[in-house]
Structure formats: structure tokens, C-alpha cells
């Protein structure tokens, strides 16, 4: 009988590339060198994400064990990983966290609903008219696995009380990315 993690499954990973020679080259370069067999690239160069980079969808074989590689892998080089696999991050919301978030650390606030969901942050858009000595805003948008909003939601309204941020939720929620 064969064991379940040794056998290849097809996976599709989305990733957010910025618009620069040899930036596809050096995505696929962590995906060969993990052990990933590539099936299809949809590089979609006329559009842009609302970052103004370029999404490209990939389609490749491996290994479950691999495959977390990969997504490892892709991280490491610095490329954006906005998808990973059909369930690991199949819905998205968007969530608006409003007040001192420059004083308040917005890396670690950012961090700590990570940490605490397994959510990972594929857009923020940080807005501080003021300055960074005034009330800013920020739009986040989350992607996780399927039925896990309403425990991301408590996540961010626990970290925005202690650090006194308001919190308008969520804008969107689905399954596309």
C-alpha cells in the first residue's frame, strides 16, 4: 500500500511578480530546485494587482511534502505568494484597521494575526494623510483556508483592542483570489 504523502498531486500557486526582466526566471528557480514538475505558466502581463505587480498562476506536481517546499521556497526568494494549493488558501476577506498604526507597530500587528491564524497577508495599502505621528488606516487583505474567517475576525479584533485600533470588517469575503 503506498503512502498518501509520497504520491505527486497536481497544485496551482499564484504569485505577484513585479514588472522587471528575469523576475519569472528567478520564481521558477525554487520551484525546479524543490522537485516541482511545472504543467503550466498563465503569466497574465496585462494586468497588474491593485500593487501594480503582475500575477502569474503556475501549475506544477509534487509531493504534499514538496509542495510545502516549494511554497517555502517561493517565500525565502522573496516572491509573493498569494495562493497556494486548491484549499490551503481558498477564501479571502479584507479588513480595515484604523488609528495609530505606525505607533503601534503595524509589522508585529500584522505578525500576530499571521502567527495566530494561519492567514497570510496578501495585500495591505497603508494611508497616512497626517503623517506617521497621526491616526493612519490600512487596508489588509487576508487569505486562508475555507471556513476560518470567523476565527481570523476574533484574531484581528483582539489585536486591535490592545492596541486601541478600530476595526471595519470585512469587506469581501469568497473564495477567488
Do not use: C, W
Request: hydrophobic fraction near 40%; proline fraction near 4%.
Amino acid at each position: 500500500m503506498s503512502d498518501s504523502t509520497d504520491e505527486v498531486r497536481s497544485y496551482t500557486v499564484r504569485l505577484e511578480l513585479v514588472d522587471e526582466p528575469g523576475e519569472l526566471l528567478r520564481a521558477l528557480g525554487p520551484i525546479a530546485d524543490s522537485g516541482g514538475n511545472l504543467l503550466s505558466i498563465f503569466h497574465e502581463r496585462g494586468n497588474v494587482t491593485p500593487r501594480g505587480h503582475i500575477p502569474v498562476e503556475v501549475d506544477l506536481e509534487a509531493t504534499p511534502e514538496r509542495f510545502d517546499g516549494i511554497v517555502d521556497a517561493l517565500r525565502d526568494a522573496g516572491i509573493n505568494v498569494i495562493q497556494a494549493g486548491a484549499e490551503r488558501y481558498s477564501e479571502t476577506m479584507t479588513v480595515i484597521l484604523s488609528g495609530h498604526l505606525i505607533d503601534t507597530d503595524l509589522s508585529d500587528t500584522l505578525s500576530r494575526i499571521q502567527a495566530a491564524t494561519n492567514a497570510t497577508v496578501t495585500d495591505l495599502s497603508l494611508s497616512a494623510p497626517e503623517g506617521t505621528d497621526d491616526a493612519s488606516s490600512a487596508r489588509i487583505r487576508l487569505a486562508t483556508e475555507q471556513g476560518a474567517a470567523d476565527s481570523i475576525l476574533e484574531t484581528v479584533r483582539g489585536v486591535a483592542d490592545e492596541k486601541e485600533l478600530r476595526v471595519i470588517e470585512p469587506l469581501a469575503t469568497g473564495g477567488d483570489l
